[in-house]
């Protein structure tokens, strides 16, 4: 198959890490293109024919839409492949210059609803919840999955190593899980990984809070897998997610998650493994529940144990396959 893929790039997060993924699996035995920006490339396979593209431009502009589907008619793809709203838009208003029209596949990362979603041939939600958010003609869900790299030890200080991955945005929670964090009767060391607009305000917080030395926002890091394999618990206090990719690396790779009650979370950890984000007061919530888990860890262990045990489910080959075999669907 010819694949094309588009993702308007922001940053590397969740959504570009299931993009590049996919890419990187499909190129394998398929001829794959990516719409998207020049950051992106060092993550790319070089195999991927990464092609830039301005998803800022007017996606109402006569010029640009035609320009746009001169470049479709070109690559000749069997598929395109969206990963956001706006992208669907774009490839959906090409594709009146078209005389033959390119099925469009749509994934929903997130339980947001968006009408022009509804312009995709397929829509994929990442969980359950996100199903419930995903209207285009037809729509299936197909788990995310991460691949696997093999971990190292970064042998961290004999104290207990607590790690959160996501942007340093206001729907990762950040500010919550710092709170909680100084509320806890234990010793700890908290990592964040992660960049974006909130660091500054977070870094205040930490300061303010007096826990310089216990929170550190570590940044951007390409080896996610080995500061999860090496901290004891993975904690996730998203007010928003679709299936958190970070979740499922923590299934691959951690020791144990918590996480807020949302999205698949429930489903996949049980109810003892998460908490309730939006409660009003959350931060005594989690705080309890570090707590907890503190005290229990080695029976919170052996819970989460069983969850590892399934992670082949959350594989990206499987993932690629799945998409793969929805695509066949269409053509």
Known sequence: MRILHTLHWVQFAGTEKVCVDLCNEMVKEHQVYLLSQEEIRPYLNDEVQLIEFDFEKNRYNPLFLYQTAKLLEKLSPDIIHCHNTKEIEIMKYAQLFLIKKIPIVGTRHNPILKKKFAYADLGIAVS???????????????????????????????????????????????????????????????????????????????????????VELVGFVNNVNDYLYSSDLQVISSFEEGLSIALIEGIFYGKAVLASDIASHKVLLGKRSVFDISKSNNVQLLAQKLNEIYANYQEFLDSFADLKARKQEFSIEKMTSSYLEAYQTLI
Request: hydrophobic letters at 45%.
């Open 128 to 214: 359950e919840e996100t199903l419930n958010y995903t209207n285009a003609k037809k729509n299936i869900l197909i788990t995310n999955g991460v691949k696997y790299n093999p971990p190292k030890d970064l042998e961290f200080p004999d104290v207990f190593n607590i790690l959160a991955v996501g942007r340093l945005a206001k729907v990762k929670g950040f500010d919550v899980l710092i709170k909680a964090l100084a509320q806890v009767n234990f010793d700890f060391k908290m990592r964040i990984i992660g960049d974006g607009e909130l660091k500054q305000e977070l870094q205040q917080l930490i300061i303010n809070l007096d826990l310089e030395r216990k």
